[in-house]
């Protein structure tokens, strides 16, 4: 069975950093993009940052210059750096995966969710 693990968050104070871990275990032949979202109460979830499996990465405009995320090469693991926080950082962070399963019955690509880890920003 596939999932993904996500482990790092926690309290923090304001302006002060985090590092979150996402990681894709179980029977895997590939794991594609990995990405890192956020969501907070009453509103929709929202995309940060993607790490492709050729070590690509893209931010959204609301983290550029303050997250970075780290992933090596064809790997399962994710991590996210997150600098000078604000209180507006608070939120429940999730991975997303796309996974393609070793699967004898063919090759496809699905969608995973991690369980989520919240991060709370307070002075």
């Known amino acids: 069975q596939v999932q993904l693990v996500e482990s790092g968050g926690g309290l923090v104070q304001t302006g002060g950093s985090q590092m979150l871990a996402c990681a894709a275990t179980g029977n895997i032949f590939a794991v594609e993009d990995m990405a890192w979202y956020r969501q907070t109460p009453g509103k929709e979830r929202e995309w940060l940052a993607t790490?492709?499996?050729?070590?690509?990465?893209s931010y959204a405009d609301i983290v550029k210059g303050r997250f970075t995320v780290s992933r090596e090469r064809g790997s399962y693991i994710m991590l996210l750096f997150m600098n000078a926080l604000t209180e507006e950082d608070t939120a429940v962070y999730y991975c997303h995966a796309k996974i393609s399963p070793n699967d004898p019955d063919g090759w496809h690509l699905d969608d995973h969710w991690g369980q989520g880890t919240q991060v709370t920003v307070s002075s």
């Open positions: 790490a492709t499996a050729t070590r690509k990465m």
